[in-house]
């Protein structure tokens, strides 16, 4: 008998697909772990307000890779995450995605 996936709230999932759409091709997106870590993190932050960083900034870094000079700002929130694979670019990509899924709701 096959495990049974996890289930993972409406937000999770439609940010997971943003996520991928927020990166360019060549970089390998987060997966809904990564998406469902970030967002237990946030709560009911703003994601740009909770990185210390606009969410312009944010989208620049995800898409270009323009790494902002405020990028350290994040780190405590990458530290609260916890997940080696939601840090930097990616976390970046996960918070633009949140941030376009929580706007939308």
Avoid: C, H
């Avoid at 210390?52 to 870094?61: F, H, N, Q, R, V």
């Avoid at 939601?86 to 990509?93: G, P, V």
């Amino acid at each position: 008998m096959a495990a049974k996936k996890p289930q993972y709230p409406p937000e999770v999932t439609a940010a997971a697909k943003a996520v991928r759409a927020a990166l360019p091709a060549n970089a390998k997106a987060p997966g809904l772990k990564q998406v469902a870590a970030v967002a237990k993190a946030l709560g009911d932050d703003r994601p740009a307000a909770r990185a210390g960083i606009s969410a312009a900034k944010l989208k620049a870094w995800a898409a270009k890779g323009e790494r902002p000079k405020e990028y350290a700002n994040m780190r405590p929130l990458a530290r609260e995450v916890g997940d080696p694979f939601a840090t930097a670019r990616r976390l970046a990509a996960i918070l633009v995605a949140l941030e376009a899924v929580r706007e939308v709701t």
